[in-house]
């Protein structure tokens, strides 16, 4: 986000509606700046820098701003591990965490048409030309346009008819928004808080950096038999085990569930829509960890893969347990943005009339880039060895010296040989 210009325009002389006489044509400017976006409302991205991978140190003092669903009783275990505090002081912080919800708290919306800004300088230029209006406001447009390095204005629609109007020799033939369109800027009650955030030099984290090491170490994670009991309890008709369902998964170790998790909100999130557990603080951190707004959170198939994706825990194992549990709907739904029909067969029925397993192949089989190398029979390797290093067998002759025939030779001195 950043600041963006808003002029209106009204006519100062009411004469000119008379006769549309240009000379009598004079406007009041009336200008604004808001810290806003008009093109990306659902960005929900309003400070400049988030980072990850908070580790708690000692002494630790953390600024919460608006909107961080942070148990406030669940730091007692990092107050008595590490000291740490909270505190409404930034100066004195170490570290600031937002939320998503940080954006709906620090902004609003409204609607506004735009014009390109190098189209109104243009307006304003051949305006100007024409030695019309006051000086007075005129400087302030003047003043406005200076700096100003924002593609668009936001207007009304009272401006953007003066900025068309026929009956002015310098209208606009483009530049202008054909209608009016949504837009986020930060409210100014907290304009002050959110700029002195933006322009720290502390850390800012997101939320979900500290809630995973709230729940301390005796915290359990969520394997298959928890997960059976959870889905026994919310598909209970009594509430009351849809309240304690939702309270173990808040309290569970985070890293540990995220795939049973995703699951239970894939399942059973209409139950915990319906349940008043949903607006206590220990279920809108979970949430917060599960990157999923407090209105509306639920999950499809796709969203699971998203989640084991984003905490690496997308393995062949976890995958295997998602098809497991809900291959079906894959099956009955067919593709889906992570998930691939490969191959289609028939009911056993007409398999048994042809008699002949039948499968017609949609997507032929993945390629790695790097393909499994085979690796070497270790015994078998041995043995090769071994034959190898053994010394190279010299056949034997036998002679018999029963037969030999020695012949005697004598040397020039006359001795024998």
């Not at 000379?23 to 009041?28: A, C, H």
């Not at 915290?219 to 026994?232: H, K, R, T």
């Not at 998930?339 to 089989?365: G, P």
Request: net charge negative; aromatic share 12%.
């Amino acid at each position: 986000m950043k600041e963006a210009l808003f002029i209106e325009m009204e006519i100062a002389n009411g004469d000119w509606y008379d006769n549309h006489d240009i000379n009598s044509l004079s406007f009041r400017f009336d200008i604004d700046t808001k810290i806003c976006d008009f093109n990306n409302i659902y960005d929900n991205k309003i400070f400049n820098t988030v980072l990850t991978g908070y580790t708690p140190t000692l002494n630790d003092k953390l600024y919460f701003a608006k909107g961080v669903n942070i148990p406030r009783v669940k730091l007692k275990n990092l107050a008595k591990d590490y000291k740490i505090k909270s505190t409404t002081d930034l100066v004195n912080a170490s570290a600031i965490f937002i939320s998503e919800n940080s954006n709906s708290k620090y902004t609003t919306m409204q609607w506004t048409y735009t014009v390109d800004t190098a189209e109104f300088k243009q307006y304003f230029e051949d305006y100007l030309a024409l030695n019309l209006g006051d000086d007075y406001y005129n400087q302030k447009v003047i003043d406005a346009l200076e700096f100003y390095t924002g593609e668009l204005i936001g207007i009304s629609y009272n401006t953007r008819a003066f900025l068309q109007n026929s009956h002015i020799p310098f209208k606009l033939t483009s530049g202008t928004s054909y209608s009016s369109t949504h837009y986020i800027f930060i409210q100014n009650e907290y304009l002050d808080a959110y700029e002195e955030i933006n322009n720290s030099t502390i850390p800012v984290y997101d939320e979900s950096e500290l809630l995973k090491h709230l729940n301390g170490n005796e915290a359990l994670g969520i394997d298959v038999d928890m997960y059976d009991s959870l889905c026994e309890m919310f598909n209970s008709s009594d509430t009351d085990n849809h309240t304690m369902a939702m309270e173990i998964m808040a309290n569970s170790n985070f890293e540990d569930s995220v795939l049973y998790l995703s699951l239970l909100f894939y399942s059973y999130s209409s139950q915990m829509q319906q349940c008043r557990s949903k607006g206590h603080v220990n279920f809108k951190s979970l949430l917060s960890l599960m990157t999923l707004p407090s209105s509306y959170f639920r999950m499809n198939i796709d969203d699971v893969m998203d989640k084991l994706k984003k905490h690496k825990q997308l393995t062949k194992e976890n995958v295997d347990i998602v098809l497991k549990l809900h291959g079906d709907d894959i099956t009955d739904g067919g593709n889906s943005t992570y998930f691939r029909v490969k191959t289609i067969t028939l009911c056993t029925e007409y398999l048994e009339a042809m008699d002949f397993n039948y499968t017609f192949v949609v997507q032929e089989d993945f390629v790695a880039s790097s393909p499994e190398i085979e690796l070497p029979d270790l015994e078998e390797e041995a043995v090769v060895a071994s034959i190898a290093t053994e010394p190279e067998k010299i056949d034997k002759v036998l002679i018999d010296f029963d037969n030999v025939n020695l012949e005697l030779k004598t040397n020039t001195d006359g001795y024998f040989l």
